[in-house]
């Protein structure tokens, strides 16, 4: 039988990987090639000992934390940036003489929101 998918972790302790939300043994000297977040095709037999681990490729996985606290840092970057420009009347565009600053905050956080709700 084969399974496919890409490792989520690795045991050095207990030499093994987990594969599709399942723990494999690995003997050592493969344990050794492999790294988290490779894609793999692994062979076992009927008993779920690994016969082979074929590397299909490595794919970058960004944890959901991790995109969450960039989406804030982003939009905290935007907000200081609108209320630096927006006192800077020198340098205020168009759109931003039109609309006040606490409606453009409001955009933003609405933006925001949307993409917190899209990455759930």
């Known amino acids: ?3 496919e998918g890409i490792i989520e972790a690795i045991s050095y302790k207990t030499k093994g ?11 050592e000297e493969l344990l050794n090639n492999l ?7 692994i062979s076992i037999d009927d008993f779920g ?6 590397i299909l490729g490595f794919e970058e996985i960004i944890d959901k934390d991790i995109k969450i606290e960039a989406l804030r840092s ?11 420009s927006y006192a800077d009347f020198t340098y205020a565009s168009e759109i931003k003489k039109e609309k006040d600053l606490e409606s453009i905050l ?12 899209m990455l759930k």
């Open 1 to 3: 039988m084969e399974i």
């Open 17 to 27: 990987i987990k594969v599709a939300g399942r723990w494999f043994n690995v003997p």
């Open 35 to 41: 790294q988290k977040n490779q894609k793999v095709k």
């Open 49 to 54: 000992n690994v016969l082979d681990v074929q």
């Open 74 to 84: 982003s939009i905290e970057i935007m907000k200081l940036y609108f209320q630096i």
């Open 106 to 117: 409001k955009d933003l956080n609405t933006i925001y929101r949307r993409i917190l709700e």
